[in-house]
């Protein structure tokens, strides 16, 4: 793990110190669970304002194509599959 280091305002740190103790973890933890969620929210924005496609999304956050629409969904995005998209799906899996 490597080190950093920052100048936080007044204001952030105070955030970061409150929400350590709102949660029961150190201030460290807390730090890197922002940057953490930053970059979650930051990507979904990108991709929700069209800057990003539903396949750049999942590898930046690391994550399947299936879970990159439930995260999506859970933040209130619109799926990227529309019904149709979703019945051929199956069709794919059928057996012949």
Not at 3 to 28: A, F, Q, T
Not at 59 to 76: H, P
Request: hydrophobic fraction near 40%.
């Amino acid at each position: 793990m490597s080190v950093i280091s920052l100048r936080l305002k007044d204001r952030e740190l105070k955030r970061i110190n409150e929400l350590s103790r709102m949660v029961n973890k150190d201030k460290s933890t807390v730090a890197r669970e922002l940057i953490e969620y930053g970059w979650e929210f930051l990507m979904i924005k990108l991709y929700r304002e069209g800057k990003m496609s539903l396949g750049t999304i999942s590898s930046k956050l690391e994550l399947s194509v299936s879970e990159t629409i439930d995260l999506l969904a859970e933040f209130g995005v619109e799926s990227p599959i529309d019904y149709e998209d979703y019945l051929k799906g199956f069709d794919v899996f059928k057996v012949k």
